[in-house]
């Protein structure tokens, strides 16, 4: 089968002079997201990249300007965006376990004019898409959130949050693998952890993977 | 593996550091590694070692450091004023210590992080396939952490000759005090205002003091890029970041693997050792660069270290 042309457009932004921003959207989207990645696993295979990470709708490519130019690398990303992204295999299934007693539970489900139970109940009802691992060891960005949870970040981040707190903001949810400084509402809290420094990788959540949170008492 | 030198005061924030773990960043992992590779590279070259070798990178203050036994060492990057029993050595060039010789540093001359490299290489704790410290994470290099007193510190059995006095001349080093760094317009450049644009490229920006490895808080113009909020990408080492609140942050070595902020420039990979030797307090100005000049100024980089390998 021949490739088909993509209906992605796709934006190469220089990143200095050994990396580049190639955009391939600005929504949130999982069909994006799935061929972000493909691009990254394939820009990955090539020797002139060191590195290839996805976005939410994006490559970060550092490569080795010894071996590549901009424009030539430019044009390579945008012959690969063009072909059909390999059928993607589904990531692997996460069950989360979630305590429901976040600091922010009470406050979110008055400004989204919800029930805490409601709250709870929204959250726990769709797969979520793991689109991209990064910010901290760890985190992952998940989404897409109900509609119904869509709330901006908090005015003020907290300096601290502890680890294992699950958080929502905009159209993404996602639990704080170490304690860090973060600004993202808190409804909960999981025992699992995500970052797992013994491990290779060392997160238990990878782009692409699937998950889903699921009520426990304690 | 032998111990070659102990720690009996370990200065301000020594840590053990190699080139990184780039691969690292897929998990949400900081790259790590040496903040200015040019230093490191030619500290370990002046040894014989591999350039990605484990070095000491110490910052604003040196170590107290005492031989276990006869090793080859080199000093580059930051001025800290190194000593050996109580005499002035060279930095840039290779000098033995006999087992029972003391390395000192005195007060601060120039620039903020010195490489101390020793034959055969520092050894330290490997994690997801580095030995940079990784203070976040606990992992990699002594522990995860930052030399204290009683560390000993171990180097790799090597077959290489040690010899001393290999030395890079002056005018092949960085030229640390100029603060001035390259730029090349970044992917949100476009949304700064048009006095923003300019004050990016004129301004002087101070580092502020709550600037670490991970990146510098740059404090100066305001620069306003208003704008949708961005879907968060990869970052790399070098971007400069714009929050919401309009002071520039400059991602170093332990930068977070991802965020949405605008990127309004990139520091040439050339300027990277300048920025990684300014102290918190110190000035900088963003000169904007071409691509074409940033590869220029890279090879020439590239062609000082590899005088070193003749």
Redesign the interface.
């Known amino acids: 089968m021949p490739p088909q042309r993509s209906p992605v457009k796709i934006r190469v932004h220089p990143l200095g002079d050994a990396a580049v921003l190639a955009e391939l959207g600005t929504r949130l989207d999982t069909a994006l997201n799935t061929r972000a990645i493909a691009l990254a696993a394939a820009l990955k295979k090539r020797r002139d990249v060191r590195q290839a990470v996805a976005g939410h709708a994006s490559v970060t490519v550092q490569f080795d300007p010894d071996q590549v130019t901009h424009g030539a690398l430019a044009a390579a990303i945008r012959r690969l965006a063009a072909k059909r992204p390999p059928m993607e295999e589904p990531g692997r299934l996460h069950r989360i376990p979630v305590v429901y007693d976040g600091p922010d539970l009470v406050a979110v489900a008055a400004k989204l004019g919800l029930s805490p139970e409601q709250v709870i109940e929204h959250h726990g009802r769709p797969i979520y898409r793991a689109f991209l691992i990064g910010f901290v060891p760890g985190w992952a960005y998940l989404g897409p959130l109900p509609e119904e949870l869509v709330l901006p970040r908090r005015s003020v981040p907290r300096t601290q949050v502890p680890a294992g707190s699950v958080a929502i903001a905009g159209h993404q949810t996602g639990v704080y693998p170490l304690v860090s400084p973060g600004g993202w509402h808190l409804i909960g809290r999981t025992s699992v952890r995500l970052f797992l420094p013994d491990s290779d990788p060392p997160s238990l959540f990878r782009a692409g993977d699937r998950v889903k949170f699921f009520p426990v008492p304690e | 593996m032998t111990e070659a030198l102990r720690v009996v005061q370990p200065g301000l924030f020594t840590t053990i550091q190699d080139i990184g773990r780039?691969?690292?960043?897929?998990?949400?992992?900081?790259p790590g590694g040496a903040m200015d590779r040019f230093a490191h590279s030619a500290a370990n070259m002046l040894v014989g070692n591999e350039r990605g070798a484990a070095t000491l990178e110490c910052t604003l203050s040196g170590p107290y450091l005492v031989a276990e036994r006869d090793c080859l060492i080199a000093i580059t990057g930051a001025d800290l004023d190194p000593h050996v029993n109580g005499a002035s050595v060279p930095g840039w060039t290779g000098v033995l210590l006999a087992a029972g010789d003391e390395l000192t540093f005195g007060r601060r001359r120039t620039g903020a992080r010195a490489y101390v490299a020793v034959g055969g290489g520092v050894a330290g704790d490997r994690?997801?396939g580095s030995m940079s410290t990784n203070l976040?994470?606990?992992?990699g290099g002594m522990d995860g952490r930052a030399l204290i007193s009683g560390d000993v510190i171990s180097v790799h059995d090597s077959t290489v000759p040690l010899i001393a006095g290999r030395t890079m001349s002056e005018h092949l080093r960085p030229r640390y005090e100029e603060r001035t760094l390259h730029a090349?317009a970044?992917?949100h450049f476009t949304r700064l205002q048009p006095e923003s644009r300019q004050a990016l490229f004129e301004a002087t920006y101070a580092v502020s003091h709550d600037s670490n490895r991970m990146g510098y808080r740059l404090e100066g113009a305001r620069l306003d890029a208003p704008g949708?909020?961005?879907?968060?990408?990869?970052?790399?080492a070098?971007?400069v970041q714009l929050p919401s609140g309009g002071q520039p942050i400059l991602l170093m070595a332990d930068h977070?693997?991802?965020?949405g902020y605008p990127?309004v420039a990139?520091?040439?990979?050339a300027s990277m050792p300048i920025a990684a030797q300014l102290a918190p307090g110190d000035e900088l100005r963003f000169t904007e660069t071409s691509?074409e000049v940033?590869?220029a100024l890279?090879a020439d980089q590239r062609a000082a270290l590899e005088s070193l390998t003749n």
Request: glycine share 14%.
């Open positions: 780039p691969q690292a960043i897929a998990a949400g992992v900081p994690w997801l976040m994470c606990g992992r090349i970044g992917p949708d909020e961005l879907l968060s990408f990869g970052l790399v070098g971007v977070q693997t991802a965020g990127i990139t520091v040439a990979s691509i940033a590869l890279r």
